[in-house]
Structures are given as structure tokens and as C-alpha cells.
């Protein structure tokens, strides 16, 4: 027994069969060694951390604006997390979530500033320029890797960039607003040009009801349609799918084609709700933090209807303590990365489980008693 | 055109490049060993904020470095923790360093925006950098330039000349020849992970001190994508690193020279260049499909363990 042994006499041992409960129970392990960490952190600054803990998790979501604002800001999570679990389960790893969101915005902003009179269907035709622009800008990237076998994950990622500065060009630009004192914004929406609310006194609007629509749609998608079945096998058994004779490039289009449509179409619901213009900054990093929506919600598109909602109440938290424990409001992409870090190590116990190590002792007659036992 | 318009062109490529060499030499031989850590972004920020942090509070920028060397391979050793000894999904744990590292130095590095520091002085070597033409074309850079150019040469050595580099490309091509004949392939690519976050930290070290001397939320600005990028482009070969990395050095000067240079081009568009650019490139050195599989280490990306 070495010495290792002795001090942590516990061993990983493969499970027969991966555990449903576990991959149930980690995300809950997770989020709760987050608020471990959170505890510890806050205390580590000086706050006192069931003080804390109060500002950043309850005050927030203690009255119907709250709960608006938890809801609002889960919506372009949830669209974006929906598509990136669809993708994610078939290995095309679409980490440019946040440049489609971008793209999104421009394309169905631009509907909503140059084509005037489309009255009621000015909303619509924003909403399909808005997933379309997003599916443009990922089928960027299905094209060069299936045309060209480049990495999607270098390529989605490096077209984030190239959307930021397309979007900044434009606002301080050909689309700045001439009345708007030289900032860098273009003009308002029009009022038919806004999402309605859901209900008054609070800001969350329809989008977030489309979300839940979408992610429903997702899980239909995923679990009884030929194409998510392909696609799942594509990500669990590679040569399986390969051997059934399903198409990598057809799974590697659909997959960036939906994430990058739900991306793009969070994109414009978030300048045509909340924001109601284009500026530089129209994204906190949604883009990113859904790809942690995603693993947090068991690549399910109903699982991140949950997690994104936590991941929600993790902005609030961040604004809330910003404002009245004057803590950077980076806190909150540090807890979202300690989140997906626990994640993946508890995920570790669904194909895992810990073991005591016996002691062996020297016994030469053992190993005779064994084979007799085993013939 | 003459010297004087062209010396600094070529100063401020070297200077760009300098982080790229120094993070994508470590990316090579981490992926030499078979790993893929994709948090080479998230690596550079900590080293970015821990060299700022430590250089500002204590007045010596190697402090500073050696810190921010220490603290990339602290990362690197979470990413370890959890892919080789746990093993977890390398693209998935990659993407949360990445995205932790960025959340970290921001919150870590709050109390340092704004604050100045000294940058990294130049070398005056004597006799050489008196040399006209040659002297502020060569021998006036700082001290990490010159220990990018050691690096390389420490990178290649390593790998092609010594037993040591032959077991660790033997690790990464077949982990599981490499331990049946024996080699620890788990703490081989402990080491790897540990080299690469160093490098990655080195790097950061030298954006916040040298490139521009400041403290900036994610001023790496893709700069750990493009690093992974360029070891695709450089066929995990270490020469073409350092071609590749000069390459992307010009083409990130190119932007702050063009308008200079009488270009009329709004600025947004000069700055999507080393973006566009690395997806040519990518584009390239790609479209054979036989390039990448003759060249990329063949157990990249892939889970090893000993007992199955």
C-alpha cells in the first residue's frame, strides 16, 4: 500500500453502467459548491457573507421587477443555449455564439431602421433577419469546414471578433444616429419595431416565451426527429454514424445552421426589447456564458431552460453586488467559470464512482482460492 | 520608402509576434504530448494581470514575470487536474479555462486599470547595437524578444535531439505504445500541460508589460485563439511557429502603419485583419485533409488512462 494510499484511501472505479442520478444530481453539486466558493470569496474580501449572499441571490429576485429582470436576461441564454446543446451533442463545437448573436442584431436591426412601413409585420420580418444573419455568419463556418475541413472552434471564434468590429463600424458610422449627439448609436426603434411586454412594470418581453416555444421545439428535435437521432449518434459513436452511412457534413450544417439561427435571433430580440437601438456593447457576453448554459443544462434543451434562469440570476446577482457591495461586477464571469469547472469535475461521478481501497495483504495461497472460484 | 519608414514597421512586427512565438511554442509541445487546452486565452489574461499586479506593487517587472509564469501553471495544472488525472472532455474543460481565466484577471486585475508601469527597457548590448542599419534592426530589442528566439531554439532542441522529446512525441503519437513500454505518459503530459501554461503566462506578462504597458479587461483580444491557430498553420512544427508568428506580427502592425501609409480604410476594418487573417490561413493549410493528418499528434484530444 503505498503512501498515497494510506493518506486518501479511495480509488476511481468505472461504473458498470454511467449513473442517471448522478448526471442528474451534478449540476446541483455543482451550483452548490459554487455558493461554497461564493462564501468563502465574499469572506476572503472582507464582506460578510450571508450579507452577501442576500444582495447577490435574494434582494434581486424579491419582487415582480426581479423576477421580469431573471426572466429577461434569461432569454437570450436560453435561445442561444438551445441551439449550442443541439450542436454540441453532435461534437460541432460552435463557441462563436456571441458573434452570431451580433450579426443577429445588425441584420434584423438594419430591417428595422432602413425598411419603414412594413407596420405590422415589421416585427416578424426583424425577427427572420435577425436568425437569418445569425445562420449566415455560422454557415460561414459550416462551409469552411466542410469545404475545407477547418476547425469550427477557431473559426466561429476568430468571426466573433470580426462581428464586434463590423457592429462598432456601423454604429460609428454609415448607422449613427445624426441627433445623437455624437454617440455611438443609431437611431431608436420604432414603437412597432419593440417586442410587447409580458406584463406591465417589468421589462421581460414575449422573447422569452418564444425561448421556452424554441426549446421545446429542441427537445422534439433532438429525442423524435431522424436528423436529431443522426446527429446524436454522430456525437456518442463517431464510427457508428459513419458505418450507418449518415452524412458528417449534413449534421455539421444543421448543427451550425440552429445554433447559429437561435443565436442570431437572440440577438435581435435583445435590440428590439430591452435595448431598443444598436450600440457597441449590446451583449454582456451572453454568447459565452450560454455555451456554460449549455453543459450546466445537460446538452437538453429543456435542461437549460433551467440552468440558464440560474445563470440569469447569476447577472442579477453580479449587478446587485456591484451596486451595493461596490464589488467588481467581473464577479460574475468568475462564478459562471467556477461553475462550469465544478460541472465538469462532478460529471466525472456519472461514469466514475469512489472506492476504499482494501488493504492487500500477502497471501500466496490467495491467488490459487481465486482461479478455483473463478473455473 | 526608406530605412527610417521601414525600421519601425519591422520593430513593432517583432513585437507583436514576440507573445505569439512564446505562447505557441508551449501550445506545441503541450500538443506534442497529445493535450489540447484551448485556455491558452484565459492562461495569457492571469499572466497579463499577475505580471502587471506583481511588477506595479513591487518595482521589478521579472518578479513580475516569474509570477505570471507561475500563475499560467497554476491554470495548467487545474486544466491537468481535471483532464488527465480526472478525465474530463479537453475541448469542454479547455472552454471553461478560457472562459474562467477571462472572469479571473478581470476581477482579480479591478484595482490595477489605469495604473501606469514602466515598460520593458530595450537593451543597449555593447558594440552591437552601435552597428548602423544593423544595430536598432537587430540587437536594440528588450530582453523577452531575445528569450523568445532562446525559446525557440531550447523548443526545437528539446523535441528533435533529445530522448527526452522523442518520448514525449511518442507519448502523444500512442499513449498506449508509449506506456506499454513504459513511460509515466500521465505525468508526461502533466509536464507539457505545466511548460504550456508557463509560456502562456509568459505571454500575457509581456502584453501588459511591454506590448502595452497597461492593465486592460481581455486585452488579449483573441491573441490565445489566434496562438492555437497559428501551432494548425505551423503544422505543430517549431520553425514554422516562428515564421507563422512573425506573419501574424506583420499583419497586426499592418493596421497601425496602413493609415500612415495613405490607406483609407476605417480602422474597424484594419482591426478584423489578424482575425481574417487567421481564418486563411486555416483555410490553407486545411484544405488538404492529409496535411492535417500526417501532421497533428495522433492521440490529440483524446483521454488516456492506463487502466482501459
Redesign the interface.
Known amino acids: 500500500m503505498s503512501l498515497l494510499e494510506r493518506v486518501w484511501p479511495l480509488q476511481?472505479e468505472?461504473r458498470a453502467a454511467p449513473s442517471r442520478v448522478m448526471s442528474f444530481a451534478s449540476p446541483l453539486i455543482a451550483a452548490v459548491a459554487m455558493l461554497i466558493t461564493g462564501f468563502i470569496l465574499f469572506s476572503a474580501l472582507g464582506k460578510d457573507p450571508v450579507a452577501a449572499f442576500n444582495v447577490f441571490f435574494i434582494e434581486p429576485l424579491s419582487n415582480a421587477y426581479g423576477l421580469g429582470e431573471l426572466l429577461l436576461k434569461a432569454t437570450p441564454l436560453l435561445l442561444c443555449a438551445v441551439g449550442l446543446t443541439i450542436g454540441f451533442r453532435a461534437n460541432v463545437?460552435n463557441?462563436g455564439a456571441e458573434g452570431q448573436f451580433v450579426i443577429g442584431a445588425i441584420a434584423g436591426g438594419g430591417v428595422a431602421l432602413f425598411a419603414s412601413g412594413l407596420g405590422v409585420f415589421a416585427l416578424p420580418a426583424m425577427l427572420l433577419a435577425g436568425a437569418a444573419g445569425g445562420m449566415a455568419w455560422a454557415g460561414i463556418a459550416a462551409w469552411?469546414r466542410t469545404r475545407?475541413?477547418?476547425?469550427e472552434?477557431?473559426?466561429t471564434?476568430?468571426?466573433?471578433?470580426?462581428a464586434k468590429?463590423?457592429l462598432?463600424?456601423l454604429v460609428?458610422?454609415p448607422w449613427r444616429d445624426p441627433a445623437g449627439f455624437n454617440f455611438p448609436q443609431s437611431q431608436a426603434f420604432d414603437e412597432n419595431e419593440i417586442l410587447p411586454l409580458l406584463w406591465e412594470g417589468a421589462r421581460v418581453n414575449i422573447a422569452f416565451i418564444m425561448a421556452l416555444a424554441l426549446a421545446v421545439l429542441g427537445a422534439i428535435f433532438v429525442s423524435k426527429s431522424f436528423a436529431g437521432f443522426r446527429m446524436r449518434v454522430a456525437g456518442l459513436a463517431p464510427a457508428a454514424a459513419a458505418y450507418a452511412g449518415y452524412s458528417d457534413k449534413r449534421n455539421i450544417w444543421l448543427a451550425l445552421l440552429i445554433s447559429g439561427g437561435c443565436a442570431g435571433l437572440a440577438g435581435i430580440c435583445e435590440v428590439a426589447g430591452p435595448i431598443g437601438l444598436l450600440s457597441p456593447d449590446i451583449s454582456p457576453g451572453y454568447g459565452?456564458a450560454a455555451?456554460?448554459v449549455a453543459?450546466v443544462g445537460r446538452l437538453h434543451p429543456l435542461g437549460v431552460v433551467l440552468s440558464s434562469l440560474l445563470m440569469s440570476a447569476l447577472y442579477l446577482g453580479g449587478e446587485s453586488a456591484q451596486i451595493e457591495l461596490q464589488l467588481?461586477s467581473?464577479?460574475?464571469?468568475?462564478?459562471?467559470?467556477?461553475l462550469?469547472?465544478y460541472l465538469?469535475?462532478a460529471?466525472?461521478f456519472i461514469t466514475?464512482r469512489l472506492r476504499r481501497v482494501k488493504p492487500i495483504v500477502a497471501q500466496p495461497l490467495a491467488i490459487g482460492v481465486k482461479t478455483a472460484n473463478a473455473s | 520608402m526608406n530605412l527610417e519608414q521601414w525600421l519601425p514597421i519591422v520593430t513593432s512586427t517583432v513585437a507583436a509576434a514576440t507573445p505569439l512565438i512564446i505562447a505557441a511554442l508551449g501550445v506545441l509541445v503541450c500538443e506534442r504530448a497529445g493535450v489540447l487546452n484551448l485556455g491558452v486565452e484565459g492562461m495569457m489574461l492571469i499572466g497579463a494581470v499577475t505580471a502587471f499586479a506583481v511588477g506595479v506593487s513591487s518595482g521589478s517587472l521579472l518578479l513580475g514575470y516569474v509570477a505570471a509564469a507561475f500563475a499560467g501553471m497554476a491554470l495548467s495544472l487545474l486544466f491537468g487536474l481535471l483532464t488527465l488525472t480526472l478525465q474530463t472532455n479537453q475541448v469542454a474543460t479547455g472552454l471553461a479555462l478560457a472562459l474562467f481565466g477571462v472572469g479571473l484577471s478581470a476581477f482579480v486585475g479591478q484595482g490595477f486599470v489605469g495604473l501606469p508601469i514602466d515598460r520593458v527597457p530595450d537593451l543597449s548590448i555593447p558594440f552591437l547595437s552601435g552597428i548602423p542599419m544593423l544595430g536598432p534592426l537587430l540587437f536594440r530589442y528588450d530582453a523577452v524578444v531575445y528569450l523568445s528566439l532562446v525559446l525557440y531554439l531550447a523548443v526545437s532542441w528539446f523535441l528533435y535531439r533529445s530522448s527526452a522529446g522523442l518520448r514525449l512525441r511518442a507519448v502523444g503519437e500512442s499513449p498506449g505504445v508509449a506506456h506499454s513500454i513504459g513511460e509515466r505518459v500521465i505525468l508526461i503530459r502533466y509536464l507539457a500541460v505545466l511548460f504550456g501554461g508557463a509560456t502562456s503566462g509568459v505571454a500575457g506578462a509581456y502584453l501588459s508589460t511591454a506590448l502595452t504597458p497597461m492593465w486592460v479587461e481581455g486585452m488579449s483580444a483573441g491573441r490565445g485563439w489566434i496562438v492555437l491557430a497559428l501551432v494548425v498553420f505551423a503544422t505543430w512544427r517549431p520553425l514554422r511557429v516562428l515564421l507563422g508568428a512573425y506573419l501574424f506580427g506583420g499583419v497586426t502592425v499592418l493596421q497601425l502603419h496602413a493609415q500612415g501609409l495613405g490607406v483609407n480604410v476605417p480602422s474597424e476594418f484594419l482591426s478584423m485583419l489578424p482575425y481574417a487573417a487567421t481564418i486563411v490561413v486555416l483555410v490553407v493549410i486545411c484544405r488538404d485533409p492529409r496535411t492535417i493528418l500526417l501532421n497533428q499528434p495522433a492521440s490529440l484530444g483524446r483521454s488516456f488512462h492506463p487502466d482501459h
Not at chain 1, 471564434?157 to 470580426?162: A, P, R, T
Open positions: 476511481l468505472r463545437w463557441i469552411l475545407f475541413n477547418t476547425s472552434i477557431l473559426v471564434l476568430m468571426l466573433v471578433y470580426i468590429l463590423g462598432s463600424y460609428h458610422g459565452f455555451i456554460i453543459f467588481p467581473s464577479v460574475t464571469g468568475l462564478f459562471q467559470g467556477i462550469l469547472f465538469l469535475a460529471d466525472l466514475f
